[in-house]
């Protein structure tokens, strides 16, 4: 009887540990979805400002905020890709850092 109950707490202790972890685990995962599309906002409204500006005869101010917005999308992927843990090499720069500034 004594035998049986320990092995029934050492079940139950095993049970709980793992739904404790696979909770543990879709919260984490629930945390980074939520981070993503809090993200994905910044992206979208920066494919807003490019896409405004696709226009054959591009003005200087036009072409400094579609590269602010690149640049701006750049740094929102590196984030994500930084949350998420893929540590891959991600290209330095699309547009050129004398473009840049203006």
Same mark, same amino acid.
């Given at each position: 009887?004594?035998?049986?109950?320990?092995?029934?707490?050492?079940?139950?202790?095993?049970?709980? +540990?793992?739904?404790?972890?696979? +909770?543990?685990?879709?919260?984490?995962?629930?945390?980074? @979805? $939520? $981070?993503?599309? &809090?993200?994905?906002?910044?992206?979208? !409204?920066?494919?807003?400002?490019?896409?405004?500006?696709?226009?054959? &005869?591009?003005?200087?101010?036009?072409? +400094?905020?579609? !590269?602010?917005?690149?640049? $701006?999308? &750049?740094?929102? @992927?590196?984030?994500?890709?930084?949350?998420?843990?893929?540590?891959?090499?991600?290209?330095?720069?699309?547009?050129?850092?004398?473009? $840049?500034?203006?």
């Amino acid at each position: 009887m004594l035998a049986g109950a320990a092995v029934a707490l050492a079940v139950g202790l095993l049970v709980f +540990q793992i739904l404790t972890d696979i +909770q543990e685990r879709y919260q984490a995962m629930l945390g980074r @979805l $939520r $981070r993503i599309a &809090e993200l994905n906002h910044h992206i979208r !409204n920066a494919l807003q400002v490019i896409a405004y500006h696709n226009v054959p &005869e591009r003005n200087e101010r036009a072409i +400094q905020q579609v !590269n602010a917005e690149v640049v $701006r999308i &750049e740094s929102v @992927l590196r984030e994500v890709s930084a949350a998420l843990g893929d540590h891959a090499d991600l290209p330095v720069a699309i547009v050129p850092i004398e473009r $840049r500034n203006g």
